[in-house]
């Protein structure tokens, strides 16, 4: 049905991507080139033809060069944590050859002391902080004594209240001065809960102690969805009381609004309230109430497609294949636009190479939806499997 299509863009986009990273100069895993070559990496994987794994390698090279010749952040989305995730995840694939043992011990010592340093000081933002390093050292194929020591940092930072626990959100008090005087609660996977309970499930489930971490926070965010009656089941801030701090509806995307949040609960064995939530958002959201504008993963098409297609691997449920098979059409038909695959900002379609705003991350998705055999791994760095 759209096979001959995404075949084509995926064609469109890896003839973009050459051109971009002629001129692009940024490392990083979720931003940069660096994704690019997770890009690359599935791309062979689905046609088999060696230029795309050389290009994955090139950029490997690249990636590896700029740490030791830039001064690099720490963090997962541009920094260095994003960058030796994956070259350990695609070492654990069998596309990259290397000891990150051998490599990168000394990277160890600094990304952990890092990592946990931040979780101590409450700076605990996926995508810019110290949680997100952690994905690193989850990366690893055998438990890492570093993960032990990111549970103690996040029990110790967590904010009991009546409903369960959760975190304080720093990082969008900073971003938004307008917020009330109160502590506030992001329900966001880029900065809030969901990724914090994301990263302790995983803890969880390589077999370390959490207490009851994952179940207590898992009760707080049921909590605190909307009244009956809103398009959206969760707003994007709330207060201790669980009442929303900015406007009650929520976009739809991977960053915020009811997929991660569902996302969360699926993978921490809420089965029945991710499935309720999932089924709403394929019988109720479009590209109107979702706020959809362009394809990308962050916020756009392509990636509500992507986790629709995750939530139906998982569970087998037919509706969700429906919602995957339905928003990779809006991608299509996006694509198909004057918009094309360009990332949507202040009224105006910018073209770029990375995984959550860019194209790579349009083709990862288009890939995974194309090919059923190829187990979409690389989203792991996105907390979707």
Known sequence: MYQKRVTHILKDISQLLDQLLKTDHQ??????????????????QLTGKEKYLQKAHDLILSSMDAMSSSALL????????????????????GLVDGDMEEIFSEVDVLLGNQMIADLNNK????????????????EKETPDPWLPKVVTALEAAATHLPQGISWEDHFSRQAIPSLPDEPCYNLGIAHGMPA??????RIKAKGIDTGNLVEKSLDWLLSVGNPPGSPSLYP??????????????????????????AMTLLHGGYTNQAYEMLAHSVQNRDVQNG????????????GIAHIFNRAYRHTGEH??????????????DIYESPAGVGFYVDGKYEIKEGVLEGVAGVGLALIAALDKDIVPAWDRSILLS
């Open 236 to 261: 994007t801030l709330v207060n201790n009381e669980g009442a929303a701090l900015t406007a009650s509806h929520s976009r739809m995307g991977w960053c915020y609004g009811d997929l991660p949040v």
């Open 291 to 302: 706020m959809v504008h362009d394809t990308c993963i962050c916020h756009g098409s392509a």
């Open 196 to 201: 914090i309970v994301g990263i302790l499930s």
């Open 123 to 138: 700076q605990y933002d996926f995508l810019h902080e110290g949680l997100g390093i952690a994905l690193y050292f989850l």
């Open 27 to 44: 490392p990083g895993l979720l931003g940069g080139h660096t994704g690019c070559a997770l890009f690359y990496a599935y791309y062979y």
């Open 319 to 332: 509706l969700f294949r429906q919602g995957a098979e339905k928003w990779l059409q809006h991608t299509i």
């Open 74 to 93: 720490p963090g997962h989305c541009n920094g260095i944590g994003g960058i030796v995730w994956c070259i350990q995840h695609l070492m654990n694939q």
